[in-house]
Antibody, heavy 117, light 110 residues
């Protein structure tokens, strides 16, 4: 059974940094591109980033380039999202999503990031 | 990358059919047959219902179907059931190798 478990969310002040993790199991992690998608409270889904099977290529939503960085450790079956210069509008539930190409077949339950003073 | 355009809400009665539209541009929906649809119940993670315009993942009911014409994709739900009441999001692969989502459509089963 595929499992994606996100962690690392929490309350952070504007301008701060946070690193999210996603622990994967139930599939061969290194065979799949991985993604982050977020959802602000009461709002729709928003694409964040994609990473290829061995760490490249990487892609980001235009609005996030330069502030967010996606990475992975295939030896630990773990996906990461390093977020810096956080803004209140980054407040959202961040989902880890398995899937290369054009769609996400498996989604985690998300980790909540709240940016507030 | 601008969000794809979906109606905010649609509704139907049990047993009826509804269609949700998803309009993009020639850089996303119109360029690739890589549109997907997700169902999201309150407090739950999204669930993939349709991928590559019209393909259904294993376990998804054949009451759900997808199509595309030009820059607009559509999701049709036939034989509406109360369990279908949820938010639905379309998504497309883009020319930047990223994804773009629609704003979401709330389906109400009356």
């Amino acid at each position: 059974e595929v499992q994606l478990v996100e962690s690392g969310g929490g309350l952070v002040q504007p301008g701060g940094s946070l690193r999210l993790s996603c622990s994967a199991s139930g599939f061969i992690f290194s065979n799949y591109a991985m993604n982050w998608v977020r959802q602000a409270p009461g709002k729709g889904l928003e694409y964040v980033s994609t990473i290829g099977t061995y760490g490249s290529p990487t892609y980001y939503a235009d609005s996030l380039k330069g502030r967010f960085s996606i990475s992975r450790d295939n030896s630990k079956n773990t996906l990461y999202l390093q977020m810096s210069s956080l803004r209140p509008e980054d407040t959202a539930l961040y989902y880890c999503v398995q899937g290369g190409g054009s769609y996400g077949l498996f989604w985690g339950q998300g980790t909540l990031v709240t940016v507030s003073s | 990358q601008s969000a794809l355009t979906q109606p905010a809400s649609v509704s139907g009665s049990p047993g009826q059919s509804i269609t949700i539209s998803c309009t993009g541009t020639s850089s996303d929906v119109g360029r690739y047959n890589l549109v997907s649809w997700y169902q999201q119940h309150p407090g739950k993670a999204p669930k993939l219902m349709i991928y590559e315009v019209s393909k259904r993942p294993s376990g998804v009911s054949n009451r759900f179907s997808g199509s595309k014409s030009g820059n607009t994709a559509s999701l049709t739900v036939s034989g509406l059931q109360t369990a279908d009441e949820a938010d639905y999001y379309c998504s497309s692969y883009t020319s930047s190798s990223t994804w773009v989502f629609g704003g979401g459509t709330k389906l109400t089963v009356l």
